[in-house]
């Protein structure tokens, strides 16, 4: 959205001019920075939209300024970095990182994944499109789901999800028994087309199995259909919906 303040976190020069010109030419307000300690303090002070952040930066990598940002703020980081390996890109997400993206990268695609990113956003700030309103409170057993406080708790323990595990588990358990295919879901989670990388997808299946599922290893909750994708599991006359 025109206005909304993009910070971003990248040593190279010649990367954080390109990427500031085409945020520009969008309209957004743009910030940047070279070093992680800086980032950290930018992303209290400037209180950014969205930040784009590399992965190595020096003293303090684009992890650890994640891990940090991650306490205090769920903006949604997008990771741009040269390293490509599925280990790194794992490892990003799980800290917390919303989205992967490798160089070279394609500067329409970055924008495009920044507006997606921006409008999931807006849409949850309005308090969509889970009609939190509604007071909806699905409970399963062992699980609830309070959409209009955004929480969830497992044997009554709140467990804390970032705002793309919250989405993903609410659009599964929304529509149980139903399997989505990985490039439908990743779309209606993250807003864009998966280009045939659903790696971000998976990472964030796995990140939320740890923190829902009894035993992680053999999930009851989200279960693999194989050769398709991902389904919320759940048995005949268990959960109900609570107004």
Request: aromatic share 6%.
């Amino acid at each position: 959205m025109a206005g909304s303040k993009i910070l971003v976190v990248d040593d190279e020069t010649d990367i954080t001019e390109l990427i500031s010109l085409y945020m520009e030419r969008e309209g957004y307000l743009v910030h940047t920075t070279d070093n992680g300690e800086d980032a950290v303090a930018l992303a209290d002070s400037f209180q950014p939209d969205l930040i784009i952040l590399d992965v190595q930066l020096g003293q303090m990598d684009g992890f650890d300024v994640c891990k940090l940002v991650r306490q205090v703020s769920d903006v949604p980081i997008l990771f741009v970095s040269c390293k490509s390996d599925d280990t790194d890109i794992i490892h990003g997400l799980t800290v917390g990182g919303d989205d992967y993206m490798t160089k070279p990268f394609s500067p329409s695609q970055l924008v495009a994944r920044v507006k997606a990113h921006l409008r999931r956003q807006s849409v949850n700030d309005r308090q969509l499109p889970y009609d939190r309103a509604a007071g909806e409170v699905l409970r399963f057993d062992g699980l609830v789901i309070d959409l209009p406080g955004r929480t969830v708790h497992v044997k009554g323990k709140e467990v804390f999800l970032s705002t793309k595990e919250f989405e993903l588990l609410v659009r599964l358990a929304k529509t149980p028994n139903r399997a989505f295919a990985l490039d439908d879901l990743y779309t209606i989670v993250w807003g864009h087309d998966s280009m045939g990388d659903t790696r971000t997808l998976m990472v964030h299946v796995s990140n939320l199995r740890k923190k829902i599922e009894p035993d992680p290893a053999n999930p009851i909750y989200i279960v693999t259909v194989r050769g398709v994708g991902y389904k919320f599991n759940i048995k005949e006359g268990n959960p109900h919906v609570q107004r």
